[in-house]
């Protein structure tokens, strides 16, 4: 029996619950009993009686199997292993798990009963854990019957079910941001324990590769995030100075002073730019932008580096403009027209208008917009994976390769990796820093865009 | 109700000193016409009053004199407006001097999200009227004694001009509508959104004002256009049905449906 | 000069005025210019740089399927077929008609696509009995010829190809033997290092899986989550917090998401590497706030006159939210499902963390097999050295943007749709 099978069968118990409750509450209907809801919400409790307990059994079980199983796995190990280091028990019980599916490795005696003990483990886990997910889903069946009568409130339980399981979804936002607080966290504390923190905040060298040789003396590698820091802000800076003059003036021009035509026509244009997958801007950065400004700085007797931070910031700033005119435009348009009349009402031209009213009115909508930009700018991946480079260099010249926390994350993180490697770990930290970093702005973004939203509401 | 066919206005339509003259203006608002063949004339230094039903075209009139009705895309205007003889729908004719010298004050108090001072300066700013600061400060100072307002914000014209009262609000709008020294002042309803107090404080400085100033004012309370305006003009369905002293419009209406509205048949 | 009336000073700031005010105006002209032409030189640069991957260039060649030099006869079974060497057949063809010098030799084999001697096997296993029968076939060619072959002809020299092969393929196109097809193994292919034979059919397949997976998941979740929210939720603490949390998440670069996936999903609860099941995880937590944000716009566009009929009619809660509120607002919950999954479409980052940047050659076939989708897929052909490689990624990219544009179309035509509602 394999899971596909057990989730068939719980889905056919499902459906005949609910067919069986909602006929036997007819049945009793027409006996002369009066029903207390319709046969329809018993039909639905006893179908959620018998499903939900049953896949909740099979969640929870999934999610704590894994540790589980390798803490009764322990104690078959070696007495030698048992005492070693953590990394060194990972180690081995990774290498039982590899033996168990039969992975090609040279058998190791030693853990030979750590082997079998998981092969019988995990027989006897498949038995229990599926049968168990029957056996309960068969309880909820029997009971939810006997409960079935006239009198049973089947509404407002079922409404009650279903709003807690409403509530829970809610819940997984939460959860989400719990999870990805937690998972940095956790995997960042485990790099500080190796790398002091001063060092990773405020250090200036960035080779990370360095940890691969650990015969060598330099074996620890260095983690001075600084470079990557700025190399973050100098690209974003770029990204924002394309990105703010363009997206706010197009916004302007779009709301303000473009005829209802060109509107129609040009708005949804540049939020096709919006829709572009980055990835695809990336490519077009390298394929494109890059060769065109090294040319370009070649020709002016620049050195331009093949992956400069500018081809980068080019390419995302102009990924960005949509981003920034569609926020902007929303917070234009919410200044309320009272304030244009005034203001044309005096004789001032359009642009006065917007000048000195229409910007500084819509001031902390308008900065509430380019700090979700900045946010973005900074989160942005692809772009900066494929156009800049892999050098930390630490320079404020947007014409050299600079490297980003994005850029290490993902360049530590693809391919096979240790987990307990300093070098992974590092990418946690790194991710902590820009999850913290892009969240504050966020959450500080929309307070500031909401309390101007009820400003003119 | 409908369009009368044939209409011509009752009344004393043409004034001996105009300031402000219409000829037969027409508004659509796209293919609907909002206003029929209008003539007129408001005279220098007087106070006339725009009155009528909601959605007679009285706002949509008074929006016509300064080309405010420009802002809005679909708005097309027909036939003549000539201020001091000179018509301001001439292409050649821009309308940010125009403005500047026919002013405007709205329905409901709109001052700009900035301080008392600068709310006053902007326009003397950006039309370049002040050489100097003192200059600048002089022109603050006497708009806001003219208004009326001096006295209670003298202490405080760095703070926000969204921090005053309705009424205070509508008087930093006309305030500020004064600082840049026009010839005409347009009023649409401007104490529509006040409280009876504040109200008679507007209407006491819309009387000042006359002095220097030709007010025209939009108004759907008949008591406010009696007490303010030297002359009255009815508006009905888009067409002026009747122009005369105010005294006459309110005693002996000549036309009908003038008649019929005062006397609170419709409104 | 304080002697000029306000007339005169009013007339006498005009001119700097129009001139700013005409040099604003041209700033704005200029951005909205900016921002279309990045859009149009986008296009037109991928377009022409992807078209031609859509087609490959083949050689017309008659060939003997030798019987004897395969060890097969027409009543061979597959196994024997499978096992006969048409690389040699093809390469003993060549060497007779070209008759290079030996040195020359291998210069010659590389001109032909190591794909040829599938299409030769492929062919009899479709039709044993063609063996011992010269058969005329558009044999696939190798990367470098086919790009000489679109780009290259006329040029005198090539920076891959030289001279002696410059002479034979200049004698083939010549002849006329050389010509282009429609690249149908672009379409029917998973990835292969050999660019001729790299495809996307598993990248889509993959694609397809991991947003079968993002969408089962995203949208019974995220309706849920929004009709408590707009429906159920009491004002209190607990609720604004919530709806922090999912406006911010909304705004977090996608790339952490990926973290959580390494971290929880994978290393944590041991879900496999590289699969759709984890790639529709981790994109389901990512689209989750977009979709809860349109649907409760859905929600609270319908109109609250529905909702008091039906409690006038003595619905409960619950049955005024799931026969009134739903049906109406399941419009537009669709539309912002479509977007969140058109963004989940486009994402590669966050995939790059959970390992679905595997070189997967075998079209996978359930969520559990390892897999990658199309974003990433561009992202590894675009590292690619040959420039076949780039006409493909281009090329998938088209691909990309054509499933991008029809799914925003649908949420546009859905949007229009219920527009015309009320």
Redesign the interface.
């Known amino acids: 029996m394999n899971y596909s099978s057990l989730l068939i069968a719980i889905v056919i118990l499902f459906g005949g619950a609910y067919l069986l409750g909602r006929n036997r509450a007819r049945a009793l209907a027409s006996a002369g009993g009066s029903l207390h809801s319709l046969p329809t919400h018993y039909g639905a409790l006893m179908a959620l009686w018998t499903g939900l307990p049953a896949v909740l059994l099979l969640l929870l079980w999934?999610?704590l199997q894994?540790p589980v199983v390798d803490a009764l796995l322990v104690k078959q190990l070696p007495a030698a292993i048992q005492q070693g280091t953590d990394i060194e028990i990972q180690l081995a019980l990774s290498k039982v798990h590899n033996l168990a599916q039969g992975a090609g490795l040279a058998a190791d005696a030693s853990l030979q009963p750590a082997v079998e003990h998981l092969l019988a483990l995990e027989q006897r886990n498949r038995v229990l854990h599926m049968g168990g997910a029957l056996v309960i889903a068969l309880l909820g069946l029997g009971l939810s019957w006997r409960r079935l009568r006239p009198s049973l409130r089947a509404?407002t339980e079922?409404?009650r079910i279903?709003?807690v399981?409403?509530?829970t979804?809610?819940?997984?936002?939460?959860l989400?941001?719990f999870?990805?607080l937690?998972?940095?966290l956790?995997?960042a504390w485990a790099f500080f324990q190796k790398v002091n923190v001063f060092e990773f905040l405020f250090g200036t060298t960035w080779s990370p590769q360095v940890a691969l040789r650990e015969d060598q003396s330099g074996s620890s590698g260095s983690f001075g995030a600084v470079p990557l820091f700025t190399g973050t802000l100098l690209i974003s800076l770029i990204a924002m100075s394309i990105a703010v003059?363009?997206?706010?003036?197009?916004a302007?021009?779009?709301s303000e002073?473009?005829?209802?035509t060109v509107r129609k026509y040009?708005k949804p244009?540049?939020e096709?730019?919006a829709?572009?997958?980055?990835?695809?801007?990336?490519?077009?950065a390298?394929?494109?932008v890059a060769p065109m400004v090294r040319d370009i700085g070649v020709s002016m007797g620049l050195d331009v580096s093949s992956e400069s931070a500018l081809a980068a910031g080019l390419v995302m700033g102009?990924m960005i403009?949509?981003f920034v005119?569609s926020l902007s435009d929303d917070v234009i348009n919410a200044v309320?027209q009272?304030?244009?009349?005034?203001?044309?009402?005096?004789?001032?031209?359009?642009?006065?208008t917007?000048?000195?009213?229409i910007i500084?009115?819509a001031l902390p909508g308008i900065v509430g917009a380019v700090m979700?930009a900045v946010?973005?700018a900074?989160?942005?991946?692809?772009i900066v994976?494929?156009a800049a480079g892999l050098a930390a260099n630490l320079t404020a010249n947007p014409l050299d390769s600079v490297t980003t926390v994005?850029v290490q994350?993902?360049t530590l993180?693809?391919g096979d990796q240790e987990?307990d490697s300093p070098k992974t770990l590092a990418?946690?930290a790194l991710?902590l820093v820009?999850?913290l970093v892009?969240?504050t702005l966020?959450?500080i973004?929309?307070k500031v865009v909401q309390k101007y939203r009820e400003q003119y509401d | 109700m409908s369009i009368i066919e044939n209409h011509t206005t009752n009344g004393q339509a043409f004034s001996e000193a105009p300031k402000l003259q219409a000829r037969n203006v027409d508004v659509f608002y796209g293919d609907k016409q909002a206003i029929y063949d209008v003539s007129f004339d408001i005279g220098a230094n007087e106070v006339i009053a725009l009155i009528g039903p909601s959605g007679c075209g009285k706002s949509t009139f008074l929006r016509c004199l300064?080309r405010?009705n420009d802002?809005i895309?679909i708005c097309r205007i027909e036939g003549d407006i000539l201020l001091d003889e000179e018509n301001i729908y001439d292409p050649k004719v821009d309308?940010?001097?125009?403005?500047?010298?026919v002013?405007?004050?709205?329905q409901?108090p709109?001052?700009?999200?900035?301080s008392i001072y600068d709310n006053i300066a902007?326009?003397p700013r950006?039309?370049g009227l002040a050489q100097s600061r003192v200059e600048l400060d002089e022109i603050v100072e006497r708009s806001l004694q003219r208004a009326g307002l001096w006295n209670e914000v003298k202490d405080r014209l760095h703070s926000p001009g969204t921090g005053l009262s309705g009424g205070q609000q509508q008087r930093l709008?006309i305030a500020?509508?004064i600082a840049?020294d026009p010839e005409v002042i347009l009023m649409d309803e401007p104490c529509s959104a006040l409280d009876p107090i504040a109200t008679a404080k507007i209407e006491e400085l819309i009387d000042e004002l006359r002095e220097n100033y030709t007010i025209a004012i939009v108004t759907h309370s008949m008591q406010q256009a009696a007490r303010v305006s030297q002359r009255t003009a009815y508006f009905h369905m888009g067409q002026l049905i009747e122009v005369n002293p105010t005294d006459q419009v309110f005693t002996t209406p000549e036309h009908s449906l003038t008649e019929a509205y005062i006397t609170g048949r419709f409104g | 000069m304080t002697n000029l009336t306000t007339r005169e000073k009013?007339e006498r700031s005009m001119k700097r005025?129009?001139a700013?005010?005409s040099?604003?105006?041209a700033?704005?002209?200029?951005?909205?210019v900016?921002?279309?032409l990045?859009?149009v030189?986008?296009f037109t640069?991928?377009l022409r740089?992807g078209v031609s991957a859509f087609e490959q260039t083949v050689m017309d060649v008659s060939i003997e399927l030798d019987g004897d030099y395969l060890g097969i006869d027409s009543q061979a079974d597959d196994s024997a077929i499978k096992l006969a060497n048409f690389d040699g057949l093809v390469k003993r063809h060549f060497d007779r008609e070209v008759q290079p010098e030996r040195r020359d030799r291998r210069q010659l084999f590389s001109l032909i696509s190591a794909g040829a001697s599938w299409q030769l096997q492929k062919m009899v296993l479709e039709d044993p009995s063609l063996v011992g029968q010269t058969v005329n076939v558009a044999l696939l060619m190798d990367d470098d010829v086919d790009q000489w072959f679109k780009h290259y002809r006329g040029h005198s020299a090539h920076p891959v190809l030289n001279e002696t092969q410059l002479g034979w393929l200049n004698q083939w196109a010549d002849e006329g033997r050389l010509h282009t097809n429609f690249n149908t193994l672009f379409f029917t292919n998973g990835d292969s290092s050999e660019p001729e034979l790299a495809g996307i059919r598993g990248a889509i397949t993959g694609t397809f899986l991991t947003l079968m997976v993002t969408f089962l998941l995203s949208f019974?979740?995220?309706i849920?989550?929004a009709?408590?929210?707009e429906e159920?939720?009491p004002r209190n603490k607990i609720t604004e917090?919530?709806e922090?949390?999912?406006?911010?998440?909304a705004?977090?670069?996608?790339?952490?998401?990926?973290?959580?996936g390494?971290?929880?999903f994978i290393?944590?609860?041991?879900v496999a590497r590289s699969t759709p099941l984890v790639g529709g995880l981790v994109l389901t937590?990512m689209t989750?706030?977009t979709i809860?944000i349109s649907s409760r716009a859905a929600i609270k566009a319908v109109p609250p006159s529905i909702r008091e009929a039906a409690y006038g009619l003595g619905a409960?809660?619950?049955q005024v939210v799931f026969h009134h509120v739903l049906p109406l607002a399941l419009p537009g919950m669709l539309t912002g499902t479509i977007i969140g999954m058109?963004q989940a479409?486009?994402?590669?980052?966050p995939l790059?963390?959970i390992g679905m940047?595997a070189f997967v050659v075998d079209v996978p076939g359930f969520i559990t097999d390892p897999s990658t989708v199309l974003?990433?897929q561009?992202?590894l052909w675009?590292n690619g050295s040959e420039a076949a490689f780039?006409e493909r990624?281009?090329g998938a990219?088209i691909v990309?943007?054509c499933f991008?544009i029809t799914m925003?179309a649908a949420a546009v035509w859905l949007r229009r749709k219920l527009e015309r509602r009320w």
């Open positions: 999934s999610i894994g509404r079922v409404e279903v709003s399981l409403l509530f979804s809610s819940g997984i936002a939460v989400t941001t999870g990805i937690a998972s940095v956790y995997e003059p363009v997206g706010l003036m197009s302007i021009y779009l002073y473009a005829t209802p040009a244009a540049l096709v730019l829709g572009i997958p980055t990835v695809v801007y990336g490519f077009f390298v394929l494109t102009i403009i949509p005119s309320p009272s304030l244009r009349d005034g203001s044309y009402g005096l004789g001032a031209t359009r642009s006065e917007v000048r000195q009213v500084p009115a979700l946010s973005r900074i989160g942005e991946t692809m994976a494929m994005t994350i993902v993180l693809v987990f990418a946690f991710g820009l999850f892009t969240l966020n959450f973004a929309l | 300064n405010m802002t895309d309308v940010v001097p125009l403005r500047a010298r002013g405007m004050v709205f409901k709109n001052p700009f999200p900035k902007y326009g950006i039309h709008c500020r509508t840049v | 009013v005025r129009r700013s005010e040099r604003f105006r700033y704005g002209v200029a951005s909205v900016f921002g279309l990045c859009l030189i986008l640069d991928i740089n019974p979740i995220g849920a989550a009709i408590y929210l159920f939720a917090f919530v922090i949390n999912i406006n911010n998440l705004a977090v670069p996608s790339i952490t998401f990926g973290l959580l390494l971290a929880i290393n944590l609860f041991g937590l989750l706030p809860i409960s809660k619950m058109a479409l486009g994402e590669t980052a790059l963390m940047i974003p990433v561009i992202y675009s780039t990624t281009s990219i990309l943007l991008l925003n």
